[in-house]
């Protein structure tokens, strides 16, 4: 079999009509019409008032950060076990990042760990969903409402999921999204921001547009960026979008077929199928080398790869980011949970385009191996 990427996505929808409409059109830029529809139609698909589309979710992530005014003095309260995305948009805003442990059963961030972390400088709680199932949110808002914190939602894997019957997504102050290509559906890179909040919204259209004011234009009270989406990114997303439920479907199926194919093999962890709260979405199939395997998940995807298997490793902690140490970040902090992820776990190839005979050919490949 030729090589079996690690992600390819599904572009065979309306995505080339829509993007000759903007071509035939002229309408290129972030002042198409397809930029307002994909808003419109994306927050209405999470139950949200507004839609913010940006350039990626990591400056979405930077976005929502300024638009809750949190800066030095401030601490907001984040998973060790995330995209550095997460991290740097606090630490950029001149904020302090503070750190929880993941479940070992979830991967995710718990209420429990995070009341621990609450000090009187706290001002937000980041909730990141990882890799296929949510975090239990609602006593997290809970707490948060106790304490008068901001939530933030990175629903970046979350497409299509629900907790609690309840879009992903729809939690919190802010919530944000990202449309990279190895994401439930892609714009090939952007990302979004959604909200209820008129004011915040507001915030986060001027963020994004380097702060330029309606009367004056290039006279700037704050400082923004340019985070614009194109038309012709919008137009993919709203061809993406129409397949949403499609590609969540097509993706549990994957999910559970390579459950199905390993979950004999005693040394692998593999991710639950569901938790009370909502089923796995996989966002990525990820899987975890028991004590037993002798071995590390770097060497578990090096020999795949000889095989011709591409495999991603999973994230590396924060805590253990060499640029957050020599800032003095995190130091003496441990994570165990985390720690343990990081260096037995991976993934396996998880993209849209993924068929029944890769999968099955993946699956022999990592059985074998273990032998
Ligand atoms: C992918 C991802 C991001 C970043 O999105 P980009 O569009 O790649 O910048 C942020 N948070 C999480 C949890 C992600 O998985």
């Not at 995070?114 to 009187?120: L, S, V």
């Not at 937000?124 to 296929?132: D, E, P, Q, R, S």
């Not at 704050?222 to 989406?229: D, H, P, S, V, Y």
Request: aromatic share 8%; proline share 5%.
């Amino acid at each position: 079999m030729d090589f079996v990427p690690v992600n390819e996505p599904l572009l065979d929808g309306q995505e080339k009509q829509y993007l000759m409409e903007c071509i035939d059109s002229g309408w290129i830029s972030s002042e198409g019409p397809f930029v307002q529809r994909f808003e419109t139609e994306f927050a209405a698909r999470v139950g949200r008032r507004h839609g913010i589309a940006v350039s990626n979710g990591s400056m979405a992530l930077d976005a929502t950060i300024a638009a809750l005014k949190i800066g030095s003095g401030d601490e907001v309260i984040l998973p060790t076990f995330t995209i550095i995305s997460c991290a740097a948009a606090v630490v950029r805003a001149g904020a302090k990042p503070v750190l929880v442990d993941a479940d070992a059963r979830t991967w995710n961030m718990t209420v429990e760990a995070i009341a621990a972390k609450i000090t009187p400088q706290t001002k937000a709680i980041l909730i990141v969903h990882i890799y296929g199932l949510p975090v239990d949110v609602y006593p997290i808002l809970q707490l948060a409402e106790q304490h008068g914190l901001a939530v933030i939602e990175d629903a970046a894997e979350m497409h299509g999921q629900t907790y609690k019957g309840k879009p992903c997504g729809s939690f919190g102050d802010l919530s944000t999204f990202s449309f990279y290509p190895n994401k439930h559906i892609t714009t090939g890179e952007g990302g979004m921001i959604v909200t209820d909040d008129d004011h915040l919204a507001e915030r986060c259209r001027s963020l994004r547009n380097l702060c330029f004011q309606a009367k004056q234009r290039f006279v700037h009270e704050e400082l923004g960026w340019n985070l614009r989406m194109t038309n012709l990114q919008a137009g993919l997303g709203l061809a993406q979008l129409e397949r949403l439920d499609e590609f969540v479907a097509r993706k549990r199926r994957m999910g559970q077929r390579y459950t199905e194919l390993l979950s004999d093999i005693p040394k692998l962890e593999l991710p639950l199928a569901a938790i009370s709260e909502a089923d796995n979405i996989y966002w990525v199939y990820g899987i975890v080398l028991r004590d037993s395997v002798p071995f590390n998940a770097a060497e578990a995807m090096q020999q795949l790869a000889k095989q011709k298997i591409g495999t991603r490793p999973f994230f590396w902690c924060m805590h253990e980011q060499p640029v957050f140490q020599r800032m003095g970040l995190f130091q003496g902090e441990a994570y165990p949970v985390a720690e343990r992820l990081a260096r037995r776990g991976f993934y396996l190839p998880s993209g849209m385009a993924l068929t029944n005979e890769q999968i099955e050919h993946v699956a022999l490949a990592v059985r074998s191996m273990l032998a």
